[in-house]
């Protein structure tokens, strides 16, 4: 929106930048404060996004998105909100650009797919404009109808970086009773203040209503307009299109439509209209009359114009222009921009800024700072063509930024300078080229006139001498070295110039700490322009490191010498026939060494192995191969046993003399590598035949090897896949603790999974055990043992039990109800009988032992009832399950905890076997509510899905932590109910917040 940047002045740039000022000046005030709600928005990510798309060969982009509805709600989320105008924040009744932008998607997402889906699906065909008539959610859960239009900038349209988007609110006027609202009043406002034109038109075409905007937009009057009809404004080049859209409409193909249209002013020239229409229907469904709203694009149509001009003017400078957003990422690029760093059209498009710079440039550390406190940066840096080519440039760099001073990116212009710079540079090297090799060589260089006077003397050799170079002009070698050394130094510098001879040749001179140093000398003639000889031109080169350096390498071949003599291992010298040259001590045996020596080692190999080693010695001396062999047999000692021989080429100045030969003593080792192979063949016969599955793991996590199948997978298919592919998801995070585990302390793990087949589920009970290698677990070995037959008794044996359970409650309950109960209520009958007959007899007897008898006996017939209800309450047989979960909840709640039942749309009778299992899971889990949640509520809801009944059971108690809690038998027996039933179970719980029981049953 407000653009904010510092141009180079000067320049066809600078002069476009200017007018976007002045443009973004003028039309700022009508931007925020406008009536319409405007957005300005980045689709930079978004194209980015479809690139990568089309660079998998993914060509019909809108048609990925619709057929992955989920790729489309996430590259929705790649559309960034660059600014908001203050109309939009108050209509989505919001206070600031953050909040409105956390909101964004909820607002628009009232319809499937959303505007904002509908809005990338335009995109991504590739159109520049996008309108659609929409809901909106906003505080308090209100919907609002809007027209939403989305825009892409001049200047964007092939980058797709920047775009905007208006919502204008058109609720009220979607109704005939729009203005008897009571917002009525704010109603009229907006519509005759909006900042567009709205039209209400007749199915004959006549304009029923129209607002002031509408009449500026085309110059009539509302009473004028009121006689047309809307055919009579259009512009006859539009007008074959406009009747067709109309005719869409009224033959009820279509329920809107929008486009461009041309309209002629009441004055006789020519508006440019970005026209939406909607039909609204009447209560019964039929079509009553059309809303169009109108937007006035002709100042839009002239700045794209102008803006068009500018684009061509930046396209065609001379100078490389780019634009990057705020993360670095290019924009824009020029023409010239691509042909100085030779990319193709549009492949800088989406690349970082960074793609140019050459790695290590100095300026960039400069660059962020400058921008920073001034806005700009102006200087020179190296830059990298396409082909790698680094060039230099002259680049100054401006800030973008909008209104609110928020950084929107970087504007760079960039000159070659390489040629200019290199032809500076050129200049300077060679004006100093001389000097640089006079003062950068380490030797001694100097000039001497023919009588022995020193001219000059660089800097390396003055230091030698302990004096300036100014100093040493004029001095001889009289004032440098003792005399019999100088004399000796003058007798060679007149042979010079005598014979006209370069000569070279060593001498010792010793510095000021009385060390020695040692300097080879090279001196020659130079002339004058008539030729003869003016002086001589002298190099000394200090050499008392590489004196060191022989006598070190004297000493080193002395110190090789030894070690070879006193190796464990045979060493021998050959050249290209096999001759020996050398041998250390080892390989003589009972032979002398000077016997060995001079003969041929072939001599020492057996004849049908001769011609093998004869020809990997001639792979050595021919391609400078080293050859690693391994021999059984006797070695020149004469000893037998196995032997690792290694042949390598020995060079002298590049080229291969001789060869070393190593012989290495192997036998032990082949011999426990044998015993390890032996060992390894029996355990592999044990892991090959194996009755359980055995599968090692490494440190990476993989499956390293597998002697059986898995489930349906073959050992094959689990070699090299994550071990945790194989559990299933519920156990994952499980079974990777407890394998990390095992890698860290060494100690097994134990756990029992299940796998599910085509058919049938498959039980494993798993020991994960260490492979240790010294001290460290380098792999784990998981022995899998097949339990499902173990596991389907089990079932069995349950099923049975809790069906004999069930079966026994009822039994005891009609025992007690029947027997027990009845033979009370006889004793009862029998005991008020006897009061009745003392009471006739006027016996005295203490009224205080009849009532105690009758309160005894009328508690244990009560007591009775209860075991008897809670065995198998009546309710539950003769009236469901509704009835007996709300008589549970209702006698469960007490002083301490209220239970309250909630059934929905539990209409009819489940079967038998679903109503007692939900009915004893649900006094299972109100039993540990009331013993060990400390819960003050229980909430039990009980839900009838048509093809399924789900029960939740929720307290507000204090949880437990699954992980931490081993399974009690309430738990269990909960299970084996849920599985019995064909059920899933799912427990959310957490210490301190209550705990949520979920069962779900299909009926």
Same mark, same amino acid.
């Given at each position: 929106?407000?653009i ?40 930079s ?29 996430a ?6 909100v ?16 953050p ?25 991504a065909?590739n ?5 659609t ?6 505080k ?15 200047g ?18 979607m ?12 109603h ?14 007749s =199915?004959?075409? =006549? ?40 005719d ?14 041309i ?45 068009r ?74 830059q ?30 960039? !000159? ?12 300077? !090297? ?5 000097k ?18 020193y ?10 001498f302990?004096?300036?170079?100014e100093e040493?002009?004029?001095?001889d ?21 005598k014979t ?24 020659s ?48 010298k050959?050249?290209k ?29 057996e ?25 059984k ?35 032990e ?9 032996e ?25 390293v090897?597998?002697?059986?199948a898995?489930?349906?997978l ?29 890698f ?7 756990f ?32 899998? =043992? ?18 004999g359970?069930?079966n ?10 029947d ?27 203490k009224?205080d ?5 009758k309160?005894?006996?009328n ?12 065995l ?15 008589e ?24 038998? !076997? ?5 009915? !004893?899971i ?21 839900i ?44 959310e ?7 949520l ?7």
């Amino acid at each position: 929106m407000d653009i904010k940047h510092n141009p180079k002045p000067n320049t066809e740039l600078g002069a476009f930048l200017t007018a976007a000022i002045a443009n973004d000046q003028q039309y700022k005030p009508l931007v925020y404060g406008s009536p319409i709600g405007i957005i300005e928005v980045d689709f930079s990510e978004v194209k980015n996004y479809f690139q990568s798309l089309r660079a998998k060969g993914i060509a019909e982009i809108k048609k990925y998105l619709i057929e992955n509805i989920d790729e489309l709600d996430a590259a929705v989320d790649l559309a960034r909100v660059v600014d908001v105008n203050h109309t939009a924040l108050s209509f989505l009744g919001v206070s600031s650009k953050p909040e409105f932008i956390a909101q964004r998607k909820s607002v628009f997402s009232t319809e499937y797919p959303s505007a904002l889906g509908r809005e990338l699906l335009s995109l991504a065909n590739n159109q520049t404009s996008f309108r659609t008539l929409t809901n909106v959610k906003i505080k308090g859960k209100r919907q609002k109808k809007i027209l939403y239009q989305t825009s892409i900038l001049p200047g964007y349209e092939d980058s797709l970086a920047r775009a905007v988007v208006t919502i204008t609110d058109i609720s009220f006027m979607m109704s005939e009773d729009a203005f008897a609202s009571e917002n009525e009043e704010i109603h009229k406002l907006i519509y005759h203040q909006a900042y567009i034109g709205i039209a209400r038109i007749s =199915r004959t075409g =006549r304009f029923m209503m129209v607002n002031k905007r509408f009449c500026d937009i085309i110059g009539y009057t509302a009473s004028e307009l009121k006689s047309k009809v809307f055919f009579q404004l259009t512009h006859p080049d539009c007008e074959e299109d406009s009747i067709r859209n109309w005719d869409l409409l009224l033959s009820g193909e279509r329920d809107n439509f929008s486009t461009e249209e041309i309209y002629v002013h009441k004055k006789g020239y020519q508006v440019n209209v970005n026209i939406s229409v909607t039909l609204i229907r009447d209560k019964k469904g039929k079509p009553d009359s059309y809303l169009a709203v109108y937007e006035d694009i002709t100042d839009k149509k002239r700045d794209e114009a102008e803006l068009r001009q500018f684009s061509h003017a930046v396209n065609h400078s001379i100078d490389g222009i780019a634009v990057t957003d705020n993360k670095g990422f290019i924009t824009f690029a020029n023409k010239a921009t691509y042909d100085l760093y030779e990319y193709g059209e549009n492949e800088l498009i989406g690349q970082h800024i960074d793609l140019l710079n050459t790695p290590g440039n100095n300026g960039q550390n400069k660059i962020a700072p400058s921008l920073k406190e001034k806005g700009s940066w102006h200087g020179e840096m190296w830059q990298t063509k396409k082909d790698g080519t680094q060039f230099l440039i002259e680049l100054s760099t401006s800030v973008i930024q909008n209104s609110i001073g928020e950084t929107l990116g970087l504007i760079c212009i960039a !000159r070659d300078i390489t040629e200019k710079k290199l032809a500076e540079e050129a200049f300077e !090297r060679n004006h100093n080229l001389l000097k640089a090799v006079f003062e950068s060589t380490p030797d001694a260089i100097f000039v001497k006139d023919t009588d022995g006077k020193y001219l000059m003397m660089n800097s390396y050799g003055a230091k030698v001498f302990n004096i300036t170079e100014e100093e040493i002009k004029g001095k001889d070698d009289y004032d440098l070295f003792p005399e019999k050394q100088a004399l000796k130094i003058r007798e060679i510098d007149k042979h010079i110039v005598k014979t006209q001879e370069s000569i070279s040749y060593e001498a010792y001179q010793k510095n000021e700490e009385g060390l020695e140093r040692a300097f080879s000398t090279t001196k020659s003639p130079f002339y004058g322009h008539n030729g003869k000889v003016i002086g001589i031109i002298g190099i000394a080169r200090d050499i008392s490191e590489k004196k060191k350096a022989q006598e070190q390498l004297a000493t080193s071949e002395e110190l090789f010498r030894s070690i070879t003599e006193n190796a464990p291992i045979f060493i021998v010298k050959l050249n290209k026939e096999g001759k020996i040259l050398y041998i250390n001590h080892l390989v003589s045996g009972e032979r002398t060494k000077e016997e060995i020596i001079g003969s041929n080692a072939f001599d020492f190999v057996e004849k049908k192995n001769r011609r093998h080693y004869q020809n990997k010695l001639s792979e050595v001396f021919e391609k400078g191969s080293v050859q690693l062999l391994e021999v059984k047999g006797p070695s020149i000692s004469g000893v037998d046993g196995y032997y690792q021989v290694k042949i390598a080429p020995i060079k002298n100045r590049k080229k291969i003399d001789s060869a070393i030969v190593l012989i290495e003593d192997i036998t032990e080792q082949k011999l426990a590598e044998e015993q390890l192979n032996e060992s390894e063949s029996r355990w592999r016969s044990i892991f090959e035949h194996a009755e359980d599955i055995i599968i090692t793991i490494n440190k990476e996590n993989k499956v390293v090897a597998a002697n059986r199948a898995l489930g349906e997978l073959s050992p094959k298919e689990i070699i090299g896949t994550p071990y945790i592919n194989l559990i299933p998801k519920n156990q994952k995070e499980e079974v990777s603790n407890g394998i990390t585990s095992v890698f860290e302390t060494g100690r097994p793990f134990h756990f029992e999974s299940s796998i599910h087949l085509k058919e049938t589920e498959a039980f494993y009970s798993v020991m994960v055990a260490p492979v240790v290698t010294g001290t460290e677990v380098e792999m784990v070995n998981a022995i899998v =043992r097949d339990i499902t037959e173990l596991k389907q008794s089990e079932e069995a044996i349950m099923s049975a039990m809790i069906e004999g359970q069930d079966n026994e409650r009822k039994r005891i309950a009609r025992e007690l109800h029947d027997g027990l109960g009845q033979n009370l209520s006889a004793v009862k009958m029998s005991l008020a009988s006897l009061e009745a007959q003392i009471k006739r007899s006027n016996v005295e007897l203490k009224n205080d032992i009849l009532i105690r008898m009758k309160d005894v006996i009328n508690g244990a017939i009560q007591e009775v009832r209860n075991i008897s209800h809670d065995l198998m309450p009546d309710l539950l047989e003769q009236f469901g399950i509704v009835s007996a979960m709300d008589e549970l909840s209702e006698k469960s709640s007490g002083e301490n905890i209220k239970i309250t039942f909630e059934p929905i749309d539990m209409r009819g009778r489940l079967n038998s !076997r679903a109503e007692t299992g939900l009915y !004893r899971i649900t006094q299972e889990l109100i039993s540990n509510a009331v013993r060990h949640s400390m819960a003050q509520n229980v909430h039990i809801q009980l839900i009838n899905h048509g093809d399924s009944v789900v029960l939740s059971v929720e307290d507000d108690g204090i949880g437990f932590d699954l992980k931490l809690r081993s399974k009690g038998i309430g738990l269990k027996n909960i299970e084996s109910r849920v599985k019995l039933m064909n059920g899933e179970l799912d427990i959310e719980t957490t210490p301190g917040r209550g705990t949520l029981v979920t069962v779900e049953v299909p009926i």
